[in-house]
T-cell receptor, first 113, second 116 residues
Framework: GENVEQHPSTLSVQEGDSAVIKCTYS??????FPWYKQELGKRPQLIID?????GEKKDQRIAVTLNKTAKHFSLHITETQPEDSAVYFC????????????FGTGTRLQVTL | GAVVSQHPSRVICKSGTSVKIECRSL??????MFWYRQFPKQSLMLMAT?????????EQGVEKDKFLINHASLTLSTLTVTSAHPEDSSFYIC????????????FGSGTRLTVV
């Protein structure tokens, strides 16, 4: 089955700096890669996703890049703000109806003033 | 947008009792429901996948007789933790899919289970 590794496990940045979180996946058949933000005790919230037919996607301060050859994808947050502090999870899944998501181990991002 | 209502949000139960958690899709038909468990400071671990009208498929290491899943309709799925023990204390969260190719997954709000 799919295995997703995520680094770093914790990340502390100063407000205004950029944050980068990296994930690798094992199953070359995976073709959908969402990123979730989870605040304590809350449900994961989809913040951005990318499909295997594109290499990069951007939404305001958030961007995701995908390297299918190397089987890794990254989340980039620019101009970080304190409200970006949360746990971020990457995930991967294969094509097909209602395929299960495999989550990475999570990155706890702390944005300090 | 798609909404999944999950209840209860918090529950405390005595060791040995059973607890039922419900997830309802409010404005779409959830052909598939995924049930996750999340321990503190850990990732979401898939417990089982259920399709409406079919038996659930459990992940390796998850006891199907302990975690009973029912997905009798396209809008309701339930997870029953039977004979709960303190080690079952965790955050349980469902995720519904409409079974389309757009990979949409809608998460419930989660249930914090504490077994005392």
């Amino acid at each position: 089955g799919e295995n997703v590794e995520q680094h770093p496990s914790t990340l502390s940045v100063q407000e205004g700096d950029s944050a980068v979180i990296k994930c690798t996946y094992s199953d070359s058949a995976s073709n959908y890669f969402p990123w979730y933000k989870q605040e304590l005790g809350k449900r994961p919230q989809l913040i951005i996703d990318i499909r295997s037919n594109v290499g990069e996607k951007k939404d305001q301060r958030i961007a995701v890049t995908l390297n299918k050859t190397a089987k890794h994808f990254s989340l980039h947050i620019t101009e970080t703000q304190p409200e970006d502090s949360a746990v971020y999870f990457c995930a991967a899944t294969t094509t097909g109806t209602a395929s299960k998501l495999t989550f990475g181990t999570g990155t706890r991002l702390q944005v300090t003033l | 947008g798609a909404v999944v209502s999950q209840h209860p949000s918090r529950v405390i139960c005595k060791s040995g009792t059973s607890v039922k958690i419900e997830c309802r899709s409010l404005d779409f038909q959830a052909t598939t429901m995924f049930w996750y468990r999340q321990f503190p400071k850990q990732s979401l671990m898939l417990m089982a996948t259920s399709n409406e009208g079919s038996k659930a498929t459990y992940e390796q290491g998850v006891e199907k007789d302990k975690f009973l899943i029912n997905h009798a309709s396209l809008t309701l799925s339930t997870l029953t933790v039977t004979s709960a023990h303190p080690e079952d204390s965790s955050f349980y969260i469902c995720s519904a899919s409409q079974g389309t190719r757009d990979y949409g997954y809608t998460f419930g709000s989660g249930t914090r289970l504490t077994v005392v």
